[in-house]
């Protein structure tokens, strides 16, 4: 059974000796493979499990007994209102599970306000079209994201299998995202922000730091070159905030050069020098660890000549 498929499916669930004493949610968790558990609650919350038995109330936190049996229907996922546009992908790894992509600068990730087509989701459901319905209706296939004029690496998954897999790598931090970032000022240290981000209070299309109401958010980074002008930094998520990188850095005083947004519009830079240069994961399907690295493109190496910063090998960084 498949969260993504066009048509109806039913299976009846019995409880094994084993299974016996788990909450329900759980039980069908662990019988229906390629759902989550969110996905599995919502389906008992919607009533498409119904008990073969007598029960007082059906909730995810039913204790299942040897032998009781679960009548489980999916319903046809819902049609992604995403059109379709055969734009180019620059893609680094394809199989029948995942797809690596190297994001240019300037491609929107996901339809949104100002932004209704043209993006990468247009350019994937044009690509596999099996993707639709694949962890959502919205951004099918979209594990994590990238800002429009941020560059880099994102997996998308082309399965419910992959999808399940990697949201749980992201949650757990098995899934690594590392930068690099040119930023302003002269920073030698490595170190770690560790910073709760939230909506900013009055500009509500901004993320800021907010101690009290803010969701965790760490981020490491490590000095690579740096004057007295600006630092090339080597950058690595524990988690990932929207605009997370970018907000930490200018609550330290080191905005991203080029970035408007957060404080550092100098003109050294036409757009956020911030390029997602590795991913790290295990393979979805066979358990293989997966690494992928890109270097970062043409603006970002004439960015650092501009500031009198080094290009390196950006093969040979390696996270200490």
Known sequence: MK?????????????????????LDLFLTSELSEFSRTQIQSLIQ???VIPLFRVKVMKAGLVVLEGQSFEVTIPPAAKTDIKAQPLALDIVFEDSNILVINKPVGLVVHPGAGNPDQTLMNALVAHCPD???VGGIQRPGLVHRL?????GLLVAAKSDLAY???VKQLKTRKLSREYLGIVKGHLMDNGTVDAPLGRHASARKKMAVRPESGRTAVTHFAS?????????????????RTHQIRVHMAFIKHPILGDSVYGEDSG???RQMLHAFRLSFQHPKTGTLKTFWVPPPKDFIDCL?????????????KWK
């Open 224 to 240: 690579l070159e740096s004057n007295e002008t600006a630092s090339l930094l080597h950058l690595k998520l524990e988690t990932g």
């Open 131 to 133: 993707i639709v319905g």
């Open 46 to 48: 919607k009533g498409n």
């Open 164 to 166: 399940k897999s990697l």
């Open 268 to 270: 050294k830079a036409e």
């Open 147 to 151: 800002d429009k004029d941020t560059s």
């Open 305 to 317: 000549r501009q500031v009198n910063l080094k290009a390196l090998k950006w093969e040979k960084i």
């Open 3 to 23: 969260p993504s498929s066009s048509s109806i499916q039913k299976t009846v669930l019995v409880v094994s000796p084993e299974q016996a004493g788990k909450r």
